[in-house]
């Protein structure tokens, strides 16, 4: 189940970043990660969910010429993230039942993604894509897997708006994510951006058979972020 989890951060806290810019930035998040467990043939149920804080940080590197009118380009993007997650009593019930090894530790989790954007003028904004690498590392697992991406910006006045799209697939092939999530920037000086950030990341279900019991895991994630970014 905690790999699961690991598989859904890294979507959810990837930093978000202005086309074409040179900065760095930090983010603080809230993040909540469930898995609502069934079973059967006994029925049994649990709304398992670890959620708490994680902050990341990264930076976005224009690849082009120094040119604002620029029709076309590439970035180079890079997020580290951490999160410390506490379980809920339903998390903490159902690794007992499978007897798992201390049940209500804290799931700890860190992340680190690299990715290549390149992105066209497109009406009033511009649309992008997104290929990159994803590293996942909890107390019980370490994953790398392919983050492949796309979205729209769209910039009105002082505020930037990107929604987006990611899905991730490690290299294990446990299972694939997909997460949706909209940033909004906006300018407080030339050199510095306040950024807001939600993303509901989602995963194919996983069953497998325990004593006898057929066990069905459904996981998704939700995460709301905030930070600043500093050009230069």
Not at 122 to 127: I, R
Not at 129 to 158: P, Q
Request: aromatic content about 12%.
């Amino acid at each position: 189940m905690k790999k699961l989890l690991a598989l859904l951060l890294l979507p959810s806290l990837a930093f978000a970043a202005k086309i074409g810019e040179n900065y760095v930035g930090f983010g603080i998040g809230h993040t909540t990660q469930s898995i609502d467990v069934r079973t059967s043939p006994n029925n049994l149920s649990w709304d398992a969910e670890y959620d708490g804080w994680a902050f990341s940080f990264g930076g976005n590197f224009n690849l082009s010429a120094p040119d604002k009118n620029k029709q076309w380009g590439a970035d180079v993007l890079f997020s580290f993230s951490s999160a410390d997650l506490e379980p809920n009593a339903d998390a903490i019930d159902y690794l007992t039942a499978i007897n798992s090894t201390n049940p209500s530790r804290d799931l700890e989790v860190n992340s680190l993604s690299g990715t290549l954007r390149p992105f066209i003028t497109l009406g009033e904004g511009k649309l992008f894509c997104s290929l990159g690498f994803g590293r996942v590392e909890n107390d019980d697992s370490k994953e790398t897997g392919l983050v492949l991406g796309a979205g729209y910006e769209a910039t009105f006045d002082k505020i930037t708006i990107t929604p987006s799209i990611t899905h991730t697939s490690l290299d294990d092939g446990l299972t694939d994510s997909l997460s949706y999530g909209v940033s909004a920037n906006y300018e407080l000086t030339e050199k510095l951006d306040f950024v807001l950030g939600y993303s509901h990341t989602i995963t194919d279900d996983v069953s497998f058979v325990y004593s006898g019991e057929t066990v069905n895991l459904e996981p998704y994630a939700n995460t709301f972020a905030f930070g600043l970014t500093y050009n230069f």
